[in-house]
């Protein structure tokens, strides 16, 4: 079993940049494939992007590609998420989960779960 923490989060203004980490404990990441899910008032959570467990392959929903990416760290046992040209409807809550196995933007598929980190992208 793994706990996960995310920190990161913040008020930014839109073209900004934002760097969001997920430090686990309990267990090696090296072990999970990972991913960043985020949630907006109003809305239901959506995939952001994912890292295989092998950490060779990354996957981006269309509306961040370009944008964001997802790295680890396993010296530090913690994965990032670095965001730039920040926009208004990037704005959510950011949650980090691990995952066995399954499909990658599928959170039914992740089996562990942070508890969140804000993000506000002012215009």
């Known amino acids: 079993q793994v706990q996960l923490v995310e920190s990161g989060g913040g008020l930014v203004q839109a073209g900004a940049s934002l760097r969001l980490s997920c430090a686990a404990s309990?267990?090696?990441?090296?072990?999970?494939?990972m991913g960043w899910f985020r949630q907006a008032p109003g809305k239901e959570r959506e995939f952001v992007t994912a890292?295989?467990?092998?950490?060779?392959?990354?996957y981006y929903a269309d509306s961040v590609k370009g944008r964001f990416t997802i790295t680890r760290d396993s010296a530090k046992n913690t994965v990032y998420l670095q965001m730039r040209s920040l926009k208004p409807e990037d704005t959510a809550v950011y949650y980090c989960?691990?995952?066995?196995?399954?499909?990658?933007?599928?959170?039914?598929?992740?089996?562990?779960w942070g508890q969140g980190t804000q993000v506000t992208v002012s215009s």
């Open positions: 890292l295989s467990l092998s950490g060779i392959s990354t």
């Open positions: 989960a691990a995952r066995f196995g399954g499909s990658y933007s599928q959170d039914k598929d992740y089996n562990f």
């Open positions: 309990g267990r090696a990441l090296r072990t999970y494939a």
